[in-house]
């Protein structure tokens, strides 16, 4: 075991940002008055508006010209969960991408991928081009989530950091929520059932080109991350952008500090690099790729990464198993019990839910940076896992009539969307705002797309599982998601650190010291 190497850092002390940042405000106001970073960030988030796949696979039309009936059931099965393989190649290639190009070149490839493979989609004739179609689109939508959040972050002042990431989930619930819309308005073009034309699919699949193609090139027309333009030494360009981002001059105490918090970061890993690697330092992009990989492998070799990894990791895998799929996947059987239409399920189980989720999201956009992540996480945790509870344990006695017992069954409904906007406003925005800001610098593209990896790892199992665990486990099912979401609280409360208002470069301070145990 030895320690770090690497020259003593230069840090600014808390006096110093109490005295630089007496006027800088959190929260609404705190958008205000960083008006043009917010507006660049919320450009940004159309990223989040990705995937609107929706229902298209329950469309007649789309099942007949893909003849659907005649896929044996794995495949089927496949057509829904090979956009998650795509995506864990483009979120894991993104780590080493957004060092070497940019963030902002990164998002522009993403987004071209992503486009190429919505087109094969939406102008596929048979199935094999929805699968293809659907695993390029993964790698955009990988590498977007990514990068996006990582962008963010990286260009916004630490008192609105948390607002600006979180734009990024308020984008994924806006658009899981006009996916629904979408369907639902598009389904009836030609008719119902046999009578339904191929433009009620192919409208929704070829929508998702708009918000795409604004993004990628719109983007060119946005800044560099600073941080990103301190490590490949443009640091002049680093503070312009600080300075009109932040709407202050150069010369400005604030952005001064700022830049020399920056770029003492950037000389300690640079230094710390050449001691690991110094046959890796002659700046050929060979070199620069095996430095890449061997990032990866810093992060589970070194103790304060590891535990970054572990907190990142943790927090995600509680955010997917902290019973959303379970809750919604057993909601439309609540309401299906009421005897009522196929419309009306899809409205009250799906519709409904997209509303309240995308609503819950906007408080935490609003005001994360002045309650901070902490407080966040473990109500919308406590919250989620009473929701489980209750509809388990209604569950328990009346799910084999919920007809007999309407106001149970209404009741449990409640239930499912109290527990939607709890994840919406806490476990939805406030895990992927920490596990984008904990990163030093040169870990920070590597650690984030371990993090989303991680979420398409545990989104994939808990997918295969539900249905399973229903079988086996019936309401118990519910009450093992509880105790999970009650689980995920708890670590929250006694092992992640609060980080809000903290400096990316101050990260550090919080982690155990970096001792290489391996």
């Known amino acids: 075991m030895h320690g770090k190497a690497g020259p003593h850092r230069t840090t600014i002390t808390v006096q110093q940002r109490k005295e630089i940042d007496v006027d800088r405000k959190s929260g609404a106001a705190g958008l205000i008055q960083n008006r043009h970073v917010f507006a660049t960030a919320l450009f940004t988030s159309l990223g989040g508006l990705q995937n609107l796949f929706g229902d298209v696979l329950g469309m007649n039309s789309f099942q007949d010209k893909m003849a659907l009936d ?10 829904v969960s090979i956009i998650v393989f795509g995506a864990w190649f483009g979120a894991l290639s993104t780590g080493i991408l957004a060092d070497l190009i940019s963030r902002k070149y990164t998002i522009v490839l993403a987004t071209f991928i992503f486009c190429i493979g919505v087109i094969v989609q939406t102008a596929a004739s048979a199935a094999p081009a929805i699968f293809g179609g659907r ?18 972050a990286e260009l916004a002042p630490r008192e609105i950091r948390g607002s600006l990431v979180a734009l990024q989930q308020l984008a994924v619930t806006f658009g899981f929520m006009i996916s629904y819309w979408i369907d639902f308005g598009t389904d009836g073009i030609g008719g119902s059932e046999e009578a339904q034309k191929e433009a ?19 983007i060119l027309f946005q800044p560099f991350s600073p941080r990103w333009l301190v490590s490949k030494q443009r640091d002049e360009e680093a503070k312009q952008v600080l300075s009109k981002t932040q709407r202050l001059p150069i010369e400005h105490k604030r952005i001064v500090l700022e830049y020399k918090e920056i770029k003492a970061q950037h000389l300690f890993d640079v230094e710390s690099s050449k001691v690991r690697f110094p046959h890796l330092q002659d700046g050929s992009w060979s070199s620069r790729f095996k430095l890449g990989i061997a990032g990866y492998a810093r992060l589970f070799r070194t103790k ?7 907190i990142s990791s943790v927090l995600i895998s509680f955010q997917q198993w902290s019973g959303l799929s379970a809750i919604l996947y057993y909601a439309v059987s609540i309401f299906r019990s009421l005897g009522l239409t196929k419309n ?4 009250l189980a799906t519709g409904v839910v997209s509303i309240a989720m995308f609503l819950a999201t906007i408080p935490t956009v609003l005001w994360v940076d002045r309650f901070g992540r902490k407080p966040v996480l473990i109500s919308g945790a406590f919250v989620m896992a009473a929701s489980l509870f209750v509809v388990g344990g209604l569950s328990a006695t009346h799910m084999r009539d919920w007809s007999d017992y309407p106001s149970a069954a209404w009741a449990a409904g409640a ?11 806490s476990w939805g925005p406030c895990s992927y705002i920490i596990a984008s800001e ?13 993090a989303s990896n991680k979420v398409l790892i545990s989104l994939s199992l808990v997918g295969q599982a539900i249905p399973t665990m229903f079988i086996r486990l019936t309401y118990g099912t519910l009450i093992f998601f509880g105790c999970l979401a009650f689980l995920g609280g708890l670590f929250v409360l006694f092992f992640v650190p609060e980080t809000k208002c903290m400096y990316l470069e101050e990260m550090g301070n919080t982690f155990p010291p970096s001792v290489t145990f391996l």
């Open 135 to 152: 695993f390029i689109v993964g790698i955009g939508v990988g590498s977007l989530n990514v990068v996006v959040p990582l962008y963010n």
């Open 344 to 347: 009306d399920v899809s409205l």
């Open 304 to 310: 304060s990464l590891f535990y970054r990894v572990a």
């Open 438 to 450: 904990i990163w030093p610098l040169r870990m920070r593209g590597k650690g984030s797309s371990i």
């Open 200 to 218: 009620a699919w192919r409208l929704p699949l070829g929508i998702q080109l708009v918000p795409a193609i604004i993004l990628g090139v719109g």
């Open 70 to 79: 005649a896929l044996p059931p794995n495949k089927q099965g496949w057509m």
């Open 415 to 425: 239930f499912v969307w109290i527990f939607c906007i709890a994840y919406g406003y």
